[in-house]
């Protein structure tokens, strides 16, 4: 059972398109991250997220923390195929201490 | 600024055999973190250690152990191989430890095969 739970699991659109993936959990986080990988790499990092209905934006890319700090998403604007990639959500909590990911979503962008 | 490095990038081993991988941090970084992904599980925490100390495990048997140098290099070791320990490790370093939000910078691992 994962502590975080993303959705959708898999996404495919057209460039062009915009997007939004999900991160929920019952805990309330002390802060959230958002990373995204591509194969054969390590995660990267695009945002981090504190505060109760923080919202940040990274280009076309658009977080946001819910008020309760128990979830999250992020809003892909005009996807192009450079943002295809595994979009991780991770948490921390006072309780857990370390930082637990998500399952993830694989976001497709097709030409 | 060199990122984390990771060696080796592929590993091909068989059942009951041991394996240690290396990580090295971004320098002033602290903090490593060390997660195994596979895709049916994805990314699972498997330990922190800061200031040469692990700090957080996660639920992985007593096969997998690490450990931290005073530089903060740090090494993982998978005793008894099986089939299942096939995956991605991936090793993540941060400034500060992770419960004090601070975020991760990941290598892009040491991909194990276990025949």
């Known amino acids: 059972t994962q502590l975080l739970e993303q959705s959708p699991q898999f996404l495919s659109i057209q460039e062009g398109e915009n997007l939004t993936v999900y991160c929920n959990s019952s805990?309330?986080?002390?802060?959230l991250q958002w990373y995204r990988q591509e194969p054969g790499e390590g995660p990267v990092l695009l945002v981090t997220v504190v505060t109760g209905g923080e919202v940040k934006k990274l280009k076309r890319l658009t977080f946001q923390f819910g008020d309760a700090r128990k979830d999250s998403s992020l809003h892909i604007t005009a996807a192009q195929p450079g943002d295809t990639g595994l979009y991780l959500c991770a948490g921390v909590t006072d309780s857990w201490g370390k930082l637990q990911f998500g399952a993830g979503t694989q976001v497709v962008v097709t030409p | 600024k060199a990122g984390v490095t990771q060696t080796p990038r592929y590993l091909i081993k068989t059942r009951g055999q041991q394996v240690t991988l290396s990580c090295s941090p971004i320098s002033g970084h602290r903090s490593v973190s060390w997660y195994q992904q596979t895709p049916g599980q994805g990314l699972q925490f498997l330990f922190e250690y800061f200031s040469e100390t692990q700090r957080n495990k996660g639920n992985f048997p007593g096969r997998f152990s690490g450990r931290q140098f005073s530089n903060s290099r740090s090494e993982m070791n998978v005793s008894t191989l099986e089939l299942g320990d096939s995956a991605l490790y991936l090793c993540?370093?941060?400034?500060?430890?992770?419960?004090?939000?601070?975020?991760?910078?990941f290598g892009n691992g040491t991909r194990l095969t276990v025949t």
């Open positions: 993540a370093s941060s400034l500060d430890r992770v419960e004090n939000n601070s975020p991760l910078h």
């Open positions: 805990s309330v986080f002390s802060s």
